[in-house]
């Protein structure tokens, strides 16, 4: 699922600049798995927030015009590339070979490595920042064939692609540098960084857009602006831990072959879901005008949960499961994945039955201003059903596919990933032309094709683990079942008898319609809370895996 995200400078949270980059390297702090993930958690949060506020200053500005499909194309392309390069093989492939040399103590080798690394993936971004920079057209044409008849929406994708595509190199290395940080147990800036995005993209639209011709330029040069900034964000905390790398071109390097040799593959492996959305890309731009902008909207809803509370799982675990591998210690290993697991569904199965129900007020509320009308709206509704459907699936993918790289192991998740590739695309031609034909839904059989392939990529990753004994059931799984499903009932009766006494969110003003969407929004947390406590699922038994 693709998502922007954003930073603020200040100090957050009440936490101290100096406990986030300590001065001199030292391993990560002892705090538990909760409390890392929390810290994540609560960064991305803010991410997320500027996010949905961005989103709406977009959703009045561009709406689902012919030229909101061309800017979502244009971010889409870099910003599934910046998933492969900066979030996923990158990270999956790095941090467990940094963690070997970590747990060497010989800081010189710890530094030489790390410039290698930088020296070899920035060396590689700058030429194929170069290389789509020049062939704009020919990847507009590639991923998305439907402009290619309207030549006004052909051409302004491709000028905007030439502004937002060095946002790769610079995210990219952003993170780089935030895999660095996580290593070392600094979870904070990095996950802060992401602000910056939101930030210089609502300027972009408010602020700047006036002074280009057409105004929704300044949006590409927002993502352009906000890839810099995120980058010079990290390099102070990079400094203050001496880990700042000197970029040294070495491919040679016995690091960088161990790297580059986990990444290739897990380049497809890791990213599925990605690689699925942008062929959804490229068939949406076959469908009527505005699919793409349906998709978009829909998608970044869903995201919400994914990336902050999905994301900061694994962002967390990976470093945590790396140092476990490097110990020896396989038993821990399982423990700290089945918590991971019991995290994500205690998060995710909530968060889908809540964006199913409460879909339409959440959009409108958000959306329905401005470029927004009453018929994209309802379009959306019904793709952000179908991914909802799979955030349990999405989000497993991302605590579960750590398991395999901590052991540095790629081929088993590459050959679940072409699996999970081909499912969907069988999928997208079982669910997208009969809706298409039937019921003019056709985006809506995209979202429920990949909602169904993560199922396919989870299951199997799943089975992949057990199979290798990596993963194991732990205790207490029926009982936190039961428990989960009653508060899940509880939350779903609330919400439904409090809507159906509720007024049309369209009819109201925007103060009105937050008011009574937060209304919902409490309510039935606190209908879902309370089965939960009564049933003695305590925040202190989920703060990190047994001993």
Known sequence: MAGFELPGLAEPMGLNMDDLAPTVPAKAPPQGLLGSSAIVASMTFLSRILGLIRDVVLAAFIGATANADAFFVAFKIPNFLRRLFAEGAFAQAFIPVLADYRASGDEQAIQQFINKVTGMLGGVLIAVTAFMMVAAPVVTAIFAPGFVGDSAKFTLTAEMLRITFPYLLFISLTGVAGAILNSYGYFAIPAVTPVLLNICLIGAALVAAPWFEPPIMALAWGVFAAGACQLTLQLPFLSRIQRLPKPVWDTKDEGVRRVLWLMVPALFGVSVSQINLLLDTVLASLLPSGSVSWLYYSDRLTELPLGVFGIAIATVILPNLSDLKAQDNIDQAKRVLDWAVRMVVLVAL?????????????????????????????????????????????????????????????????????????????????????????????????????????????????????????????????RFLIVLCVGLAAMSVTLLVLMGGMQDFAALSGWLRAFQLSVLVIVGALAFALPIYIGGIRLAQLRSPNP
């Open 350 to 478: 909530p968060a889908t039955v809540a964006l199913w129900l409460l879909s339409e007020p959440i959009l409108v509320t958000l959306f329905q201003y401005g470029a927004m009308q009453d018929h994209d709206i309802a379009m959306a509704v019904f793709s952000m059903r179908a991914y909802a459907a799979g955030l349990l699936a999405f989000m497993l993918i991302k605590v579960l596919a750590p398991g395999f790289y901590a052991q540095k192991d790629t081929k088993t998740p590459v050959k679940i990933g072409i699996i999970a590739m081909v499912s969907n695309m069988v999928l997208n031609v079982v669910f997208v032309f009969p809706l298409m034909t039937l019921y003019n839904l056709g985006h809506v059989g995209l979202a429920l094709a990949t909602s169904c392939s993560a199922f396919i990529n989870a299951g199997l990753l799943l089975k992949g683990l057990r199979t290798q004994n990596l993963f194991t059931w732990q205790a207490g799984w029926p």
